[in-house]
């Protein structure tokens, strides 16, 4: 099983954010206290950390309720961020991930569920439209359960790997471990995925 081969669920899921230059001027202007800044930039990057929260607790409710824990967070904290030491993105990852876990300790995970990809639609306007949950095929669909089936820390690695697109020493700053860390529990996820996935890899 290639990267690629579990890429084909959905390319773009976690693509939908600012370029580099133009969130570093969202940035500067919600330091000097515009209000429209916020909402760009909550705009910018909703969609993604709604769907990495989704894609690591499989429960819309609670991927909402990790989406406005975070960005109220990220938005206190704003002055705290450095651009010298990490991305954006990957700052407001690592808050998302922090408050997934601790959504976990919580209460018991929830078994993944197909259901956000029918029926009514997300409360959330960051949501997966309609138009790209029709286009999961029953394989796609297969490849997703098989993800859900992960452990957490599996899971973690895999979802910001294969659609998140990050790089190790990425993964490594979002979850607070050696990038060495990172690609053992990255090939550890590959193996179990291959085994689960074996009669519809090409």
């Not at 929260?53 to 991927?63: C, K, V």
């Not at 029918?118 to 309609?130: H, I, L, S, W």
């Amino acid at each position: 099983m290639t990267d690629q081969h579990l890429l084909r669920w959905n390319d773009a899921i976690m693509a939908d954010s600012a370029p580099g230059d133009e969130t570093d001027a969202l940035i500067a202007r919600c330091l000097a206290g515009e209000q429209r800044a916020y909402v760009e930039l909550y705009d910018y990057y909703s969609g993604l950390i709604y769907r990495l929260s989704y894609s690591l607790l499989g429960d819309r409710e609670d991927a909402e309720e990790v989406l406005q824990d975070s960005f109220e967070y990220a938005f206190r904290r704003l002055d705290h961020f450095d651009a010298r030491k990490s991305a954006f993105k990957t700052w407001l990852y690592r808050i998302a991930v922090s408050r997934c876990r601790n959504k976990r300790r919580r209460k018991w995970l929830p078994s993944f569920s197909l259901s956000a990809f029918d029926g009514d639609e997300p409360r959330d306007p960051a949501a997966t439209p309609p138009d790209e949950r029709a286009l999961l095929s029953e394989q796609q669909r297969e490849v997703w359960a098989a993800v859900s089936d992960l452990s957490p820390k599996l899971r973690e690695v895999a979802i910001l790997r294969y659609y998140g697109g990050l790089p190790y020493a990425e993964i490594g700053q979002v979850l607070d471990i050696p990038p060495k860390t990172a690609e053992s529990r990255m090939r550890l996820a590959h193996k179990a995925l291959r085994e689960r996935l074996s009669d519809i890899v090409e």
